[in-house]
Nanobody, 113 residues
Framework: QVQLVESGGGLVQAGGSLRLSCAAS????????MAWYRQTPGKHRDLVAT???????NYVDSVKGRFTISRDNAKNTAYLQMNSLKPEDTAVYYC???????WGKGTLVTVSS
């Protein structure tokens, strides 16, 4: 059974940083494309970043230069380092096995102004 567990969310002031983690089990993690999405109430869940098995990354324009997605295959864990956070980054952040309907429960990030 595939399981994704996010952690690392919290309350931070604008300009601050957080690192989210996504621990995966039940998959051959090293071959998986991983993604982070985010969602605010009443809105769609939007893609934030992806990372391939080879480490290639892609980002939505709004987070380029501020967020970094990475992975540690030895730990079966994906990360999202978020710097220079803005109030508009406030959302529930979800880890995803990209292209599949496999999600974690999410972790809330709140950025105060």
């Amino acid at each position: 059974q595939v399981q994704l567990v996010e952690s690392g969310g919290g309350l931070v002031q604008a300009g601050g940083s957080l690192r989210l983690s996504c621990a995966a089990s039940g998959i051959i993690f090293s071959t998986a494309v991983m993604a982070w999405y985010r969602q605010t109430p009443g809105k769609h869940r939007d893609l934030v970043a992806t990372i391939t098995s080879g480490g290639s990354t892609n980002y939505v324009d709004s987070v380029k230069g501020r967020f970094t997605i990475s992975r540690d295959n030895a730990k079966n864990t994906a990360y999202l380092q978020m710097n220079s956070l803005k109030p508009e980054d406030t959302a529930v952040y979800y880890c995803n096995l990209y292209g599949m309907d496999v999600w974690g429960k999410g972790t809330l990030v709140t950025v105060s102004s």
